[in-house]
């Protein structure tokens, strides 16, 4: 069965660096675009990134541009997101969730089951 | 950016009711709308794609509709694992897929 596996998470200081990973089992991985999708406490969903299925698209919330790197190794069926200079506003719930593409469009079909970061002095 | 807005922003109602919850796109979307449900503690769960469609083993019991820049997700007969947080997302503007700010759905 398809899964996706969140980990990384931890509490960090303002400025520090946090390396999340998605780790993919039951199904095709190379064959699917990952995305990361970030919940504050209380809050709602926000997406923060994605990227193609062979890794050569990536794209960013313009509030995490220059900071956030996504990468994917397929021969690992990982999915990456590197942050570097957090702020106490990156806090949140990470989700990576499996994007779906058909001639209907695009939907998250599969979600991990998040990975919680917390940016603190 | 997009911005999806939707109503109300909090419900509640009985087992058995039927719910509407509304979600408005700033611009024009098509059909390129998703809506999930989220409950305490867990991940979001697809329900609906391309605004009508069911996904694959959802219950009949929810229904999506719309194109344009309205669109509508209906909960015919409300049920107590219906307690949740729902969420639209606009998958139009690629990739940046923003989401709705979530209707809570509480017993009445």
């Known amino acids: 069965q398809v899964q996706l596996v969140d980990s990384g998470g931890g509490v960090v200081q303002p400025g520090r660096s946090l390396r999340l990973s998605c780790a993919a089992s039951g199904f095709i991985f190379s064959n699917y675009g990952i995305h990361w999708v970030r919940q504050a406490p209380g809050e709602g969903l926000g997406w923060v990134a994605g990227?193609?299925?062979?890794?050569?698209?990536?794209y960013y919330v313009d509030s995490v541009k220059g900071r956030f790197t996504i990468s994917r190794d397929n021969s690992k069926n990982t999915v990456y997101l590197q942050m570097n200079s957090l702020r106490a506003e990156d806090t949140a719930l990470y989700y990576c969730?499996?994007?779906?593409?058909?001639?209907?469009?695009?939907?998250?079909?599969?979600w991990g089951q998040g990975t919680l970061v917390t940016i603190s002095s | 950016d997009i911005q999806m807005t939707q109503s109300p922003s909090s419900l509640s109602a009985s087992v058995g009711d039927r719910v509407t919850i509304t979600c408005r796109a700033s611009?024009?979307?098509?059909?390129?709308l998703n809506w999930y449900h989220q409950k305490p503690g867990k991940a979001p769960k697809l329900l609906i794609y391309a605004a009508s469609n069911l996904q694959s083993g959802v219950p009949s019991r929810f229904s999506g509709s719309g194109s344009g820049t309205d669109f509508t997700l209906t909960i015919s007969s409300l049920q107590p694992e219906d307690f949740a947080t729902y969420y639209c997302?606009?998958?139009?503007?690629?990739?940046?897929?923003?989401f709705g700010q979530g209707t809570k759905v509480e017993i009445k």
């Open positions: 611009q024009t979307i098509s059909s390129d």
């Open positions: 997302q606009q998958t139009y503007n690629n990739p940046s897929w923003t």
């Open positions: 969730a499996r994007t779906f593409t058909s001639a209907l469009g695009t939907r998250f079909d599969y």
């Open positions: 990227i193609s299925s062979d890794g050569s698209n990536k």
